[in-house]
Antibody, heavy 121, light 112 residues
């Protein structure tokens, strides 16, 4: 079965950093584009970042550009999101999601359970 | 960016009745070369991650009950639940994948 397990969330001060991880299993990780989608409390879904299978292309939402960095390790079957200069508005559940295509041009067929990031003093 | 606008924001439907959720894109998301609409629908139950229901605007994901159906083309789309069940209480989102950045609608809450 396809499984995506996020970790690394927590409480952080404004201006701080966190690194989220997503462990993939049950499928050939290196064949799929991967994304991070977040959901602020009581709000809708926002695509934060995505990365192609070879890490040659990455995209970021304007709201996180220059502060967040996505990466992946196909050998370890891991997806990462390095989040720096965190702001209160980054508070959200962060989901790891699998794209149906290798180049992140599709929809998301599997999602992790999410990890909560809270930015507060 | 393509803006996806759903309507209504919420709706209450009796058990066994039909529920229809609308989704409008700010630009055409029908690719003429393959005649496909680049639209997906997701269901999110409380405390759970989103679940894929429909892609290519009208193709049901494996395992999704046939009471869920997607339709529409171009800029106007709809997700219909033909006979609402208690387990269908959720927030539903549309998403376009016609162009980058991929964008979601704001969500529609379906209640009994």
């Amino acid at each position: 079965d396809v499984q995506l397990l996020e970790s690394g969330g927590g409480l952080v001060l404004p201006g701080g950093s966190l690194r989220l991880s997503c462990a993939a299993s049950g499928f050939t990780f290196s064949n799929y584009g991967m994304s991070w989608v977040r959901q602020a409390p009581g709000k809708g879904l926002e695509l934060v970042s995505d990365i192609t299978i070879g890490s040659d292309e990455t995209h970021y939402a304007d709201s996180v550009k220059g502060r967040f960095t996505v990466s992946r390790d196909n050998f370890k079957k891991m997806l990462y999101l390095q989040m720096n200069i965190l702001r209160a508005e980054d508070t959200a559940i962060y989901y790891c999601a699998r794209d149906v295509y290798s180049d992140n041009s599709g929809y998301f067929d599997f999602w992790g359970q999410g990890t909560l990031v809270t930015v507060s003093s | 960016d393509i803006v996806m606008t759903q309507s209504p924001d919420s709706l209450a439907v009796s058990l066994g009745e039909r529920a229809t959720i609308n989704c409008k894109s700010s630009q055409n998301i029908l690719y003429s070369s393959n005649n496909k609409n680049y639209l997906a629908w997701y269901q999110q139950k409380p405390g759970q991650p989103p679940k894929l229901l429909v892609y290519w605007a009208s193709t049901r994901q494996s395992g999704v009950p046939d009471r869920f159906s997607g339709g529409g083309s171009g800029t106007d789309f709809a997700l219909t639940i033909s006979s609402l069940q208690a387990e269908d209480v959720a927030v539903y989102y549309c998403q376009q994948y016609y162009t980058t950045p991929r964008t979601f609608g704001q969500g529609t809450k379906v209640e009994i």
